[in-house]
């Protein structure tokens, strides 16, 4: 097996069961020696000065939303409303058509059930066009990211948006993850070329780009309050919103969601680069 040296640095977690012979346990240990643990401190910490010269030269800058053809990807049955439900509502406002697309279904047939009606409610609230579900195994989406590419390449060239909507490829959850790798290879497919607004769930990212929701902020809290089962079990009404308050801050507006905005082809690049660490 190859073994990525980035990984060493950064992560507690083996890659599978076995590697040259040693077990979990032994692993972890040997990560933790000290001279092993002082490598991977100096490699987070040199990535971390990096980041923080990359953000230090990305200005935000508070955008209008303008009328267009939208294709939104989205993880998971709910993650369109909570990341960027704001901005979509003003895209509806102008006349903008949107179509979304699920890629993972639910964890059972009884929760598939249950997300797929309440993405229809929440679809015909937020005036969405139309709305497609892949059914990618939800939490192992990683294990079918070709297969998500192709999937959604299809889309692309039938739908032929103006725009894409999609995760950050850092964002803290493995789906979102390869959601955002999932778009780069129907990039990649198609050679579609247009802007990709990254959008945030799990992870703060890093925005060049900040749209004022303010007007929306009411319809926004009620399309992510459909998603009744979701709600249910962690506050994701108050934890996005408290989100575009705190993004509002730079901005000098009441809400505001946050973007990072890239051209196809530096979103490409980014993706598979950031995927490497
Ligand atoms: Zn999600």
Same mark, same amino acid.
């Not at 240990?29 to 010269?53: D, K, M």
């Not at 999609?166 to 990039?187: K, N």
């Not at 934890?239 to 990072?260: C, D, Q, S």
């Given at each position: 097996?190859?073994?990525?040296?980035?990984?060493?640095?950064?992560?507690?977690? *083996?890659?599978?069961?076995?590697?040259?012979?040693?077990?979990?346990?032994?692993?972890?240990?040997?990560?933790?020696?000290? %001279?092993?643990? *002082?490598?991977?401190?100096?490699?987070?910490?040199?990535?971390?000065?990096?980041?923080?010269?990359?953000?230090?030269?990305?200005?935000?800058?508070?955008?209008?939303?303008? *009328?267009?053809?939208?294709?939104?990807?989205?993880?998971?049955?709910?993650?369109?409303?909570?990341?960027?439900?704001?901005?979509?509502?003003?895209?509806?406002?102008?006349?903008? =058509?949107?179509?979304?697309?699920?890629?993972?279904?639910?964890?059972? %047939? =009884? !929760?598939?059930?249950?997300?797929?009606? =309440?993405?229809?409610?929440?679809?015909?609230?937020? /005036?969405?066009? *139309?709305? =497609?579900?892949?059914?990618?195994?939800?939490?192992?989406?990683?294990?079918?990211?070709? /297969?998500?590419?192709?999937?959604?390449?299809?889309?692309?060239? !039938?739908?032929? %948006?103006?725009?894409?909507?999609?995760?950050?490829?850092?964002?803290?959850?493995?789906?979102?993850?390869?959601?955002?790798?999932?778009?780069?290879? +129907?990039?990649?497919?198609?050679?579609?070329?247009?802007?990709?607004?990254?959008?945030?769930?799990?992870?703060?990212?890093?925005?060049?780009?900040?749209?004022?929701?303010?007007?929306?902020?009411?319809?926004?809290?009620? +399309?992510? !309050?459909?998603?009744?089962?979701?709600?249910?079990?962690?506050?994701?009404?108050?934890?996005?919103?408290?989100?575009?308050?705190?993004?509002?801050?730079?901005?000098?507006? %009441?809400?505001?969601?946050?973007?990072?905005?890239?051209?196809?082809?530096?979103?490409?690049?980014?993706?598979?680069?950031?995927?490497?660490?």
């Amino acid at each position: 097996m190859d073994v990525n040296p980035a990984w060493l640095l950064f992560s507690d977690v *083996r890659p599978s069961s076995s590697w040259s012979g040693v077990n979990n346990v032994e692993f972890v240990s040997l990560l933790n020696t000290p %001279p092993i643990r *002082r490598i991977r401190e100096f490699g987070a910490l040199r990535l971390l000065r990096r980041l923080h010269r990359v953000t230090h030269r990305l200005p935000v800058q508070l955008r209008p939303v303008e *009328r267009k053809r939208i294709l939104v990807v989205a993880p998971h049955m709910d993650d369109d409303v909570i990341g960027p439900g704001g901005t979509l509502a003003l895209h509806r406002r102008l006349g903008s =058509e949107i179509s979304v697309v699920f890629c993972a279904g639910g964890a059972s %047939p =009884e !929760d598939d059930r249950t997300r797929k009606e =309440e993405s229809r409610q929440a679809a015909a609230y937020m /005036g969405f066009e *139309r709305v =497609e579900w892949l059914d990618f195994p939800t939490g192992a989406m990683a294990l079918h990211e070709p /297969g998500i590419g192709a999937r959604l390449a299809e889309l692309l060239r !039938d739908i032929a %948006p103006d725009q894409v909507f999609c995760p950050f490829v850092s964002d803290h959850h493995r789906d979102h993850t390869a959601a955002a790798m999932g778009v780069a290879e +129907a990039l990649t497919l198609t050679g579609w070329s247009g802007d990709v607004w990254c959008y945030e769930i799990w992870s703060p990212l890093w925005p060049n780009v900040a749209v004022d929701i303010t007007d929306v902020v009411d319809v926004k809290r009620h +399309a992510i !309050d459909l998603y009744a089962s979701q709600v249910k079990g962690l506050h994701y009404t108050d934890g996005a919103l408290g989100l575009n308050r705190y993004r509002a801050l730079r901005v000098y507006v %009441p809400y505001a969601e946050a973007f990072y905005v890239a051209n196809a082809a530096q979103f490409v690049k980014i993706s598979r680069q950031m995927n490497t660490v």
